[in-house]
């Protein structure tokens, strides 16, 4: 079980424990060989909770936990309408039932686009100003720590099946993150560092997932040498992936 203290966020992998695997920033460990590996199952306190398929990122809460595929379908192109305006809430949640519904090649764009903008929050925040449990900017920061654990492991574990088209993801994810959206109205609330500052530091993160794009078809041997070994690939091989219409 894994925990995220020090806030009313928590996140839980009902996984069991977690197995060692490539760590390289913007990665996180493999899950342990239990339970389903088509479904990711846990709860990021009180945006997510599997168990239930409880919801609560704002507007397009209901539609995201639909069971009807016609309308999980339209609120996911809805969304992206609205693309640049999406908080890292919503984009993980999105990417947790795309993957669970077999969305698969789509939901890790959605993963790879949620870090992004996760990321991005943690480094804009100002951590001077998160306040304690109860506050907008201090239950974000947990969260998106959050919502990495708990999501990571099931869409890395499938995703880095396919090392060419993973990169291809993470090159578009990063194509697209050049600029910094307008923070502020995607988080309310939230105290950031001054504005002139935005730029430079998306610019760090910005090289930082293009770097590790660089790095993984150098490494694509040893991953699957490991994915091998340590029985992921036997896991995930059986996993496909549905076309999501417009996405991947």
Not at 24 to 52: E, Q, R
Not at 68 to 97: C, D, G, H, P
Not at 133 to 149: K, R, T, V
Not at 216 to 226: E, G, N, V
Request: proline fraction near 4%; charge should be positive; include cysteine.
């Amino acid at each position: 079980m894994m925990m995220c203290h020090g806030s009313r966020v928590a996140v839980r992998k009902r996984t069991g424990r977690l197995a060692s695997a490539i760590v390289v920033g913007w990665l996180c460990a493999a899950p342990a060989f239990a339970g389903d590996p088509g479904l990711i199952d846990g709860y990021v306190t009180p945006y997510y909770n599997s168990a239930g398929t409880v919801i609560k990122v704002g507007e397009f809460s209901a539609g995201l936990a639909s069971k009807n595929s016609s309308e999980f379908v339209a609120t996911i192109l809805q969304m992206k309408k609205n693309w640049a305006k999406l908080n890292f809430a919503e984009t993980y949640v999105a990417a947790i039932r795309l993957y669970d519904l077999g969305y698969r090649n789509e939901a890790t764009y959605w993963f790879y686009t949620a870090q992004y903008k996760g990321r991005q929050f943690a480094l804009l925040v100002d951590q001077k100003k998160l306040g304690g449990i109860g506050d907008p900017g201090f239950e974000l920061y947990h969260a998106q720590e959050a919502f990495f654990a708990v999501t990571g492991p099931s869409i890395n574990g499938y995703a880095f099946g396919d090392v060419d088209s993973l990169v291809s993801i993470i090159r578009r994810v990063q194509s697209e993150n050049t600029s910094v959206p307008d923070v502020r109205s995607a988080y309310p609330g939230v105290a950031f560092v001054p504005k002139q500052q935005w730029q430079r530091i998306n610019a760090g993160l910005n090289s930082g997932l293009g770097q590790l794009a660089g790095q993984l078809p150098r490494q694509k041997s040893a991953i699957a040498q490991q994915r091998a070994q340590n029985g992921t690939q036997a896991r995930y091989a059986h996993l496909t992936s549905k076309p999501l219409p417009g996405g991947l």
